[in-house]
């Protein structure tokens, strides 16, 4: 429960686990490994971003909307191994932003989830990230990641 109670120190609580939109599972676990499927920004139940980063939102904005994802990959997370504090390693984090041609600044913006996996687990929070633009995303959210994770 450490970790949850970083989370509560924070201001922060674990939402609902999200619901599955399609056939697909919201995780795999291989051995020692957690393969988790993407996260967008919901906030109960609704997508609390929708649009493009450096259009309709501001970089910062973008940081918020991470973090929502990294909270819904936490909850996730919570759900196939029963608590955050078995959590090994945060091993891998790729991210999407959904922004105009030409952003270059995606990390920035995944900055939200990378800071937070940190602030929560320390050095095991540190993990290897690819930051991605693109033209759109499902439902037009304006960012989603997808993480591995040793346990």
């Known amino acids: 429960m450490e970790i949850e109670k970083k989370l509560s120190a924070l201001g922060l609580t674990l939402p609902p686990t999200p619901t599955v939109v399609g056939n697909y599972a919201p995780y795999v676990k291989v051995d020692n490994l957690l393969y988790l499927a993407g996260t967008l920004p919901v906030i109960d139940g609704k997508i609390s971003h929708a649009g493009k980063v450096s259009k309709e939102f501001s970089i910062e904005e973008g940081y918020l909307a991470v973090k929502y994802c990294a909270l ?78 040793q346990t």
């Open 72 to 149: 819904n990959t936490l909850s996730n997370i919570k759900m196939a191994i029963r608590s955050l504090d078995a959590v090994r390693r945060i091993i891998l984090v790729n991210g999407f932003v959904n922004a105009k041609e030409g952003f270059a600044d995606s990390p920035a913006a995944l900055n939200g989830a990378s800071d937070l996996f940190v602030e929560l687990f320390g050095e095991i929070g540190r993990h290897a990230r690819a930051a991605v633009a693109m033209a759109g995303l499902l439902k037009n959210a304006t960012v989603e990641i997808q993480c591995i994770v």
